[in-house]
């Protein structure tokens, strides 16, 4: 009952902190929205078959607009840890297991907001949004975005300072975003492309993103759906160890 | 009753001793002081209590829970202001507070009471709703004593309460701490490295260095082991008078501390025309001459032959601050 409690401590908390920083929310709306529009309408000459570049690119930016807010998210405990809030949690009366998993919830539901609202764009591209793909799509964003948390709570507990994010951030979020097959088709990639996406697990959430929304994908739906659930419960189960196991 | 109790407790990292086979028991009510100078072990000790650590051997009880295997239940019992800040300065102090009472497990219909509480307590009320990022040092103390209250702990943990804040705040704090005890009747254990507090504050003093007790009881009571006054010279010559005074029988002890000479004498005020006298026929010249009562400074002093220096924590401050810089 505590646990829970807890557990809903920390989510509140997360919120809370996310709904204060107002630049934190304005950057995380207008990274994606430059995204589409600049790429959308650059590369509007390219066509793919019946579809513009604008439709085909909007799946994989619903997916990427979730990799910042996650990771970040996961890897603020640094900044917990920095100003010493860590410690009121770690002494309070509820195990690790709820400290990561009020974590976790709170990334993924700062991440479902933002993909939520990136999904509504929908309407302004024209990308038919049914019933049902809507509700595919949240419960492929908070597959995705639980895993990312995950990876930023992992992040966090292997680096000792604040010095390091920055890299960190760079080294992972660009790999992982360039390299996921959000900007261009995977079947037209050269090969050493091609190899190095299907390694990048991001890579099978923006298939099975674009295959719910625009029926067209390079790995079929329902290997690349396995893949990332068999992906997202290891970085929890991961990222879970790492926590508790930290001082 | 015993509210605290450690058997034999001690904790190792790698080859360093932080606290070395320590048994102590606290009782219920009082203000119990560690004191001792900055790496003493205080902290490591306190960590330990909290379950924030583990001890490398040794038992610990708090309010009767065992510290390793009943943790929850001495995280219910006990409250802790940190010797750094931690607080969650994007949240107002109210939201700090009603955070706490929630990972606490208050229930809603106290919450709102308790907090109203403990904010006069600490006379934040009128700024309760305020970021706590525009709190002072002072203010932001204030609200983790208050903080840490807010669940009716047994045991109230305060790791160098008033380290880093200005002589007035301090008073403050010592104020608040000492209506706390008499009003709250909880237990309270603070360590600190200033012998002033320690003397103002405490019912019982433990002094710790190097990882160990190495004395123990009221604070008169330990001044008292001293066994008399302190008369502190400046001379020239300090060679020549550390000799000629062996042979004065009333002196006690003999320290050199810097350039000034130390000594403990049953009856400093008779005493000091004496040792005048003595100088002056030893050809040798009294710069300055002081008498004071010990302190608890010379109680460490007497025990270990060293003062507690403050100095050797601006010292880590500086390494710190340079760390970062590299």
Not at chain 1, 5 to 17: P, S
Not at chain 1, 51 to 63: C, D, E, K, M, R
Not at chain 2, 43 to 70: H, M, W, Y
Request: glycine share 6%.
């Amino acid at each position: 009952m505590s646990e829970i409690e807890g557990i809903y401590t920390i989510w509140l908390r997360e919120i809370i902190r996310y709904s204060r920083d107002k630049s934190r929310i304005a950057s995380s709306f207008i990274q994606p929205l430059l995204l589409l529009l600049v790429l959308g309408s650059g590369f509007s000459f390219v066509r793919l078959g019946s579809l513009n570049y604008q439709t085909f690119l909007f799946p994989g930016i619903v997916v990427v607009s979730l990799v910042g807010v996650s990771i970040a998210s996961g890897i603020s405990v640094i900044w917990d840890r920095e100003f010493g809030f860590l410690k009121e949690i770690l002494v309070a009366p509820i195990s690790r297991t709820s400290i990561f998993i009020g974590k976790a919830l709170g990334g993924c539901t700062l991440a479902l907001i933002q993909g939520v609202i990136v999904l509504s764009l929908s309407f302004i591209l024209k990308v038919p949004l049914t019933f049902y793909s809507f509700l595919l799509s949240i419960g492929l964003m908070a597959l995705i975005s639980l895993s990312l948390v995950s990876i930023g709570l992992i992040i966090a507990s292997l680096i000792e300072t604040i010095e390091s994010f920055g890299l960190i951030m760079n080294f992972i979020i660009f790999p992982l975003i360039f390299l996921s097959g959000a900007f261009f088709p995977l079947q037209e990639a050269p090969l050493w492309l091609k190899i190095v996406s299907l390694l990048n697990p991001l890579t099978y959430g923006v298939e099975a993103m674009r295959y719910n929304l625009i029926k067209i994908s390079f790995v079929p739906f329902y290997l690349s759906l396995s893949i990332i659930s068999t992906f997202t419960f290891f970085t929890i189960l991961i990222g879970g160890i790492a926590f508790s196991k930290r001082k | 009753m015993n509210v605290i109790e450690t058997f034999s407790l001690t904790k190792k990292f790698n080859d360093l001793i932080a606290v070395n086979n320590v048994s102590l028991k606290v009782r219920e009510g009082e203000i119990f002081g560690l004191l001792g100078p900055n790496g003493a072990g205080k902290t490591t000790f306190i960590s330990i209590l909290c379950t924030l650590l583990k001890p490398t051997s040794g038992r610990a009880k708090v309010n009767g829970f065992d510290i390793e295997k009943e943790q929850n239940e001495v995280r219910r019992s006990i409250g802790i202001v940190f010797q750094d800040p931690s607080l969650d300065n994007r949240l107002t102090a109210r939201e700090n507070l009603e955070m706490h009472a929630r990972l606490y497990g208050v229930p809603k219909e106290e919450r709102k009471k308790r907090i109203e509480e403990v904010l006069k307590l600490v006379e934040l009320e009128e700024r309760a709703n305020e970021l706590v990022k525009n709190y002072s040092s002072g203010m932001k103390r204030r609200l983790e004593i208050a903080r840490g209250l807010i669940h009716y702990p047994k045991v109230l943990f305060l790791d160098e309460p008033t380290l880093g804040l200005d002589p007035q705040t301090r008073e403050h704090v010592w104020e608040y701490i000492k209506r706390l005890a008499e009003r709250e009747r909880i237990t309270i254990l603070l360590t600190t490295h200033y012998m002033e507090e320690a003397d103002a504050l405490c019912d019982r003093v433990a002094i710790m260095d190097y990882g160990k007790i190495i004395a123990l009881g009221k604070p008169e009571k330990l001044k008292d082991k001293v066994g008399g006054d302190i008369l502190v010279l400046e001379v020239k010559g300090k060679e020549k008078f550390l000799k000629e005074i062996r042979k004065i029988r009333e002196i006690k002890k003999v320290h050199l501390i810097g350039n000034k000479i130390s000594i403990t004498v049953k009856n400093a005020e008779r005493f000091a025309p004496k040792i005048l006298e003595f100088a002056r026929r030893n050809k040798i010249v009294v710069e300055a001459i002081s008498i004071r009562k010990p302190s608890l400074g010379d109680v460490f002093l007497y025990y270990t032959g060293r003062e507690i220096r403050e100095e050797a924590s601006e010292q880590k401050e500086v390494m710190k601050r340079r760390v970062r810089f590299l």
